[in-house]
């Protein structure tokens, strides 16, 4: 990641952290336990209330990459065991899928909410799956329900979409295991960290057996994937104020909204309209000279974006796989660009600034 040193730039994104996480780390440093301890387990059990699990059914580890790892290895995946998911997502998932030693299954998606094709997924079940692991890209919700209906195992991926819900249920409920991440640019953060959750308290035990590796009396492969209670006391603020969070993201999303429909650009939204976005990202679509030039207006108004996902990053470019496969992603990959929604730009006054920009802007 290159760091922006230019102070009045704005940025794509950044944590919305006060005087309260720094109260909440000082109060764990002057105890006897920095390690995982009670606040880690009081952390566990508040997402687990937040999505209306019961407690105990959480597990805080150290990246949303183990947590992928870990849910892999709760299901029994074994080698050369067929896992399927999209290619336009995060590579994290193709690294917990390698090092299990699975075979990875790449699909297409969605032109209107970047998520997997439920019709490129039908297409690639065979015998040998054994998992689908379900994106919510950029907190826009899958619909997780008609895909259970295929009776595979389903690793619900909510490392960013904390706070999104299908039909009035949160997202995270619906996986037979789900994933979070708490990296310092998701939904809320711990710096580092991610969580399994399941509603199957075995799966929950036995990712919890996995990340305490010393004094067992019996040998098996185990990490050191805790998490810190500095890093859980951190959460807990930051989850205290997830729904304030939520909402200013939901008013900054409104204003680009206004912008992109007076522009006639369209942007990555939900194809259901009974299914909530926690509007972790918002992403314009438009042709490919329209982004490059509004990235490079908008660059020079001190304001930073993102693409989203360039396409050297789509995963079965990593695989060197037949691109006719996934034209949708390829699509997608080179005609998006992602503006800065963070929290705090509501009261930075920085969300007029963006929007001017966006208004001045003439392709």
Partial sequence: MVLNWNKSMIPHNKPSLGEEEVQAIRGVMVGSWISQGEKV?????????????????????????SAIYLSLRVLGIQKNDEIIFPTYV????????????????????????????????????????????????????????????????????????????VKGIHTGTFGDVTIFSFYATKVITTGQGGML???????????????????????????????????????????????????????????????????GWDFQQSL??????????????????????????????????????????LLHNYLNLDTREFKTAELISQCTLSLPIYPDLVKEGNVDKITKALEEFNA
């Fill in 41 to 65: 387990k009081e952390f566990e059990d508040s997402i687990c209330k937040y999505i209306g699990l019961p407690s105990r059914h959480g597990v805080a580890v150290s990246s949303g990459t």
């Fill in 90 to 165: 995060c590579s994290a998932l193709l690294n917990a899928v390698d090092m299990i030693g699975a075979k990875p299954v790449l699909i297409d998606i969605e032109e209107k909410d970047f998520n997997l094709s439920l019709s490129h997924l039908k297409e690639k079940v065979t015998t040998k799956t054994k998992a689908i692991i379900v994106p919510h890209i950029f907190g826009v919700p899958v619909n997780v329900p008609e895909i259970k209906e295929l009776n595979i195992p389903i690793i619900e991926d909510c490392a960013v979409a904390l706070g999104s819900k």
């Fill in 197 to 263: 959750v399941s509603k199957k308290g075995n799966y929950v035990e036995e990712a919890r057996d996995l990340i305490h590796y010393d004094g067992r009396r019996e040998y098996l492969p185990r990490f050191n994937f805790q998490m810190t209670d500095i890093q859980a006391s951190i959460g807990l603020v930051q989850l205290s104020k997830l729904e304030s969070l939520l909402e200013n993201r939901k008013k900054i999303s409104t204003s680009y909204r206004d912008i992109c429909v007076k522009k």
């Fill in 272 to 313: 259901n309209e009974n299914f909530q976005e926690n509007w972790y990202r918002f992403v314009i679509k438009s042709d490919q000279k329209t982004v490059r030039s509004l990235k490079e207006h908008l660059q020079n108004n001190d304001i930073q974006t993102s693409i989203p996902i360039e396409r050297w990053e």
